[in-house]
Structure formats: structure tokens, C-alpha cells
């Protein structure tokens, strides 16, 4: 079965812009959450949605925003970047996302801003 | 609020040997989940193992064991019979049950190298 994937694996953008980053949970999944991992630090928790209603949000401001789709499928949207918002965004997946679950992770999307 | 602790930026160990990767916790709460996943530089995290605040038991999976100390709220991981491929970043991440999202929070992270 395939694991979690995300598109694209790179980015480039310039401050002001916007990007979406796309995640596909594995297959039976129906909850996904967003982590964003500065280099050299661990990941930090951005969102988690289940049934395309989001559960939890990280400390992180309303540039950022995500939603998941009826095939579980999610976006994460990040709007004006900032330079700080350079880093690997990682998508997560689990059954339910219910407290006791383990969650995977995909490869990750490194973006750049410059 | 939840905090992850890993003290060991590096680490090395010699092919085949054991090495134990720190990781203490802090929480006020009685029900949470510990965690260890392996980063390789491509950038995926791996679940290792994972312990809960409940069990009794020690976690095993294979090579892996989490050293499990409630009272230091310590949950260090083990790897038995060091091999290349174990080369990459550890981290110990926790999760706390109380809030209701499944979201995980992460130590800094140990860069385990593996010397032939």
C-alpha cells in the first residue's frame, strides 16, 4: 500500500506570495495533520482535520490555513511568506485521528522563500 | 504545557553496539503517548516505537526498546546491534490526550551517526 505522499517536493517562491502544498493520506486514512520543521528543530504541530472539519490548530498565524477534501485528500495554504517560512512541511496521516492513534508522516515538502 | 527534552545534539556508535538516545518529558497530565521517529536526510519521519503513559510494559520493536521511567518522566530509546542505515536524526516527540487533536510535540532532535 502506498504511504503518504505530498506534492510538490520543492518549492521555490518570493516573499508576498502565496502557496498550496498538497497532501494524500495512505489509503483508509481520514485524518491529516499539517507539521512545519525549521531547519534544525523539530516539527511543530500547524493543524490536524478529520471528516473535512478541522480538530486542532497550532500556535501559527491566519496566513496559514488548510482544508481536507471528501477523498481526505488536504491543502495547507500559506498566504504572504515571509522568509521565516522557509522549511520542510510535513503531512500526517491516521485512522480517525483519535488520541491513541500513530500517525505517518509523507516525505515532505521543502520550501523555499527568498 | 508539554516540553520535550533531548540533550544529545550527536551521537555516535560503533557498528553493532547498542546506543541509548535521552529524551525527558514534562506534562501535567496523566494520559499521554510517548514517541520515536527516524529522519532520514531525505526527510521522512519513521515511527519507531511508542509507549503509553499506561503501560506497564516497556515497548519493544525489534532492534528497538523505549526505556520507560514515569517517575523521571524519562522515555529513552535503545537501539540493539547498531547497523549503517540507523545513521540519521532521532526524535522523541510526546502526545498529549487531554486536548482531543491528535498532535504531536517534538524534541529538538539527535543526530545518531553510525561508525563502521
Known amino acids: 500500500d502506498a504511504g503518504v505522499t505530498q506534492s510538490p517536493t520543492h518549492l521555490i517562491k518570493t516573499r508576498g506570495q502565496h502557496v498550496t502544498l498538497r497532501c494524500s493520506p495512505i489509503?483508509?486514512?481520514?485524518?491529516v495533520s499539517w507539521y512545519q520543521q525549521v531547519l534544525g528543530q523539530g516539527p511543530q504541530f500547524i493543524f490536524q482535520?478529520?471528516?473535512?472539519?478541522?480538530?486542532g490548530r497550532g500556535n501559527f498565524p491566519d496566513r496559514f490555513s488548510a482544508r481536507q477534501f471528501p477523498n481526505y485528500s488536504s491543502e495547507l495554504n500559506v498566504n504572504a511568506l515571509l522568509l521565516g517560512d522557509s522549511a520542510l512541511y510535513l503531512c500526517?496521516?491516521?485512522?480517525?485521528?483519535?488520541?491513541?492513534?500513530?500517525?505517518?508522516f509523507g516525505p515532505g515538502t521543502r520550501l523555499l522563500v527568498l | 504545557a508539554q516540553k520535550i527534552t533531548q540533550t544529545q545534539p550527536g551521537m555516535f556508535v560503533q557498528e553493532k553496539e547498542a546506543v541509548t538516545l535521552d529524551c525527558t518529558y514534562d506534562t501535567s497530565d496523566q494520559s499521554y503517548g510517548l514517541f520515536w521517529y527516524k529522519q532520514p536526510s531525505s526527510g521522512e519521519m519513521i515511527f519507531l516505537i511508542y509507549q503509553g503513559s499506561y503501560d506497564e510494559q516497556n515497548a519493544t520493536e525489534g532492534r528497538y526498546s523505549l526505556n520507560f521511567q514515569k517517575a523521571r518522566k524519562s522515555a529513552n530509546l535503545v537501539i540493539s546491534a547498531s547497523q549503517l542505515g540507523d545513521s540519521a536524526m532521532y526524535f522523541c516527540a510526546m502526545r498529549d490526550d487531554q486536548t482531543g487533536a491528535n498532535n504531536l510535540f517534538f524534541g529538538t532532535g539527535t543526530r545518531l551517526t553510525v561508525i563502521p
Open positions: 482535520y478529520y471528516e473535512k472539519e478541522e480538530r
Open positions: 489509503s483508509g486514512h481520514k485524518s
Open positions: 500526517a496521516s491516521s485512522l480517525i485521528g483519535g488520541t491513541q492513534e500513530t500517525q505517518y
